[in-house]
T-cell receptor, first 111, second 117 residues
Framework: QKEVEQNSGPLSVPEGAIASLNCTYS??????FFWYRQYSGKSPELIMS????GDKEDGRFTAQLNKASQYVSLLIRDSQPSDSATYLC???????????FGTGTKLQVIP | GEEVAQTPKHLVRGEGQKAKLYCAPI?????VFWYQQVLKNEFKFLIS????????ETGMPKERFSAKCLPNSPCSLEIQATKLEDSAVYFC???????????????FGPGTRLTVT
């Protein structure tokens, strides 16, 4: 079992819809969770971090964490074509600086 | 600086040649990380530093890869005797000192694309 798992996609959503990206992780000691956006040929850009159970909202983005289910998700409201990118989930186990990345979900927003 | 800087952007080496990549972390960040990204977006952790000290080197192929972070100099990642399989984008990231939840957020540089021919 991979430490951090994501569906590779592509996930296609129409412009204006909600995009839902999911991530599961294997280590119950995980304490920090991050979502990065990576455009093709570019470096990952941190868009959200979440540390406690529940929802965290930032503009059109909402991160959701459920530690009991070992599940973290990212919702993008009012999706725009400019949101088309690969979204990487990253997880840090408590006590360590190292972050483990999933292989990413490719999101395509169709105009 | 306010961003992680990496040089060069592109590097082409013949198989067996040496490659050296550089990274300057964000000013005030104590941790530096090196990652290798190959096909399908898979990120492989290589090594991390806390200031000039190796913090975690569990991902480093030690026989050909080495890295340093010296005071007042950019960090470096060196590959001796490159192989075709070393072709990848190498990313450097930095994060703040420990303390507070935001300390673990890693910020990435633009990457160095290494092509081994």
């Amino acid at each position: 079992q991979k430490e951090v798992e994501q569906n590779s996609g592509p996930l296609s959503v129409p412009e204006g819809a909600i995009a839902s990206l999911n991530c599961t992780y294997s280590d119950r000691g995980s304490q920090s969770f991050f979502w990065y956006r990576q455009y093709s040929g570019k470096s990952p850009e941190l868009i959200m971090s979440i540390y406690s159970n529940g929802d965290k909202e930032d503009g059109r983005f909402t991160a959701q964490l459920n530690k009991a289910s070992q599940y973290v998700s990212l919702l993008i409201r009012d999706s725009q074509p400019s949101d088309s990118a690969t979204y990487l989930c990253a997880v840090r186990v408590g006590g360590y600086q190292k972050v483990t990345f999933g292989t990413g979900t490719k999101l395509q927003v169709i105009p | 600086g306010e961003e992680v800087a990496q040089t060069p952007k592109h590097l082409v080496r013949g198989e067996g040649q040496k490659a050296k990549l550089y990274c300057a972390p964000i000013k005030g960040h104590s941790y530096v990380f090196w990652y290798q990204q190959v096909l399908k977006n898979e990120f492989k952790f290589l090594i991390s530093f806390q200031n000039e000290n190796v913090f975690d080197e569990t991902g480093m192929p030690k026989e050909r890869f080495s890295a340093k972070c010296l005071p007042n100099s950019p960090c470096s990642l060196e590959i001796q005797a490159t192989k075709l399989e070393d072709s990848a984008v190498y990313f450097c990231a930095s994060s703040q000192s420990e303390g507070g939840q935001g300390a673990y957020e890693q910020y990435f540089g633009p990457g160095t694309r290494l092509t081994v021919t």
